[in-house]
């Protein structure tokens, strides 16, 4: 049974959102103020935290950095701000992934199941878990990449989505595709984050944004890791 933190200060949506996960065997630990969520983690030691954004007493970006500065932490964070930035922003600090309020407990659900999946990958212990293309290593048991004999420290979300890629070297992939592996959803036409966080990965690896040659844009159809770029 994993245990999720629920910092959330709707006490409705907590209620709800409470049920349903005990249902489908999480046990739930609940705060309603951002200024006790630290203390919380350190007594519950959950599994995954869901962070609502909007809190009283400690905001949900400050608690996030907080927990970065000393763990690894699974967090999904919610928000009621449809803006894009504040969406981007959250992954930037360190969330593993968010969802836009108000929250469906089944796709909640989904979400979490994706993130611990993550989690279990990367814990587990791997026997030939390393990927090499040229001078790019990345240790999947680790959850370590070097990039021309340099540790690179991409965050969570960054990271996961830079295994999908590299471990489908050499095939294009879709943002629907990326997303359903990366988030448990599917592309509504609308999400940028696959495209932000590629451009992010774009910037730490030194591939050209106007003509991309290691992470490729494939119009109309997706992006692909090309080894023979890594190679050279």
Partial sequence: ????????????????????????????????????????????????????????????MDICRAIRKTSS????????????????????????????KPVEPRLLLARLRVILRWMDLRDRPARGALLQYGELEIDLSARQVC????????????????VILVQAAGKVLSRDELLKRWRGIGFDGLDRTVDVS????????????????????VWGRGYLFSPIAWEE
Avoid at 80 to 94: C, K, S
Avoid at 147 to 162: M, T
Wanted: proline content about 3%; overall charge negative; aromatic content about 8%.
């Fill in 1 to 60: 049974m994993k245990k999720v933190l629920l910092i959330e200060d709707d006490a409705r949506l907590a209620e709800l959102i409470s049920e349903y996960l005990c249902r489908y065997d999480f046990q739930v630990a609940l705060v309603l103020r951002g200024d006790l969520a630290l203390e919380a983690i350190a007594r519950e030691q959950p599994d995954v935290v869901v962070l609502d954004l909007m809190l009283p007493g400690m905001d949900g």
């Fill in 73 to 100: 932490l699974p967090v999904l964070m919610l928000t009621a701000r449809a803006d894009i930035f504040d969406q981007v922003a959250g992954l930037e600090i360190g969330a593993d992934d968010y969802m836009l």
């Fill in 147 to 162: 990039w021309k004999g340099q540790e690179v420290d991409l965050k969570s979300a960054d990271y996961n989505l830079f």
């Fill in 198 to 217: 590629i451009s992010r990965l774009r910037k730490r690896f030194d591939d050209d944004a106007q003509e991309p040659r290691k992470i490729k844009t």
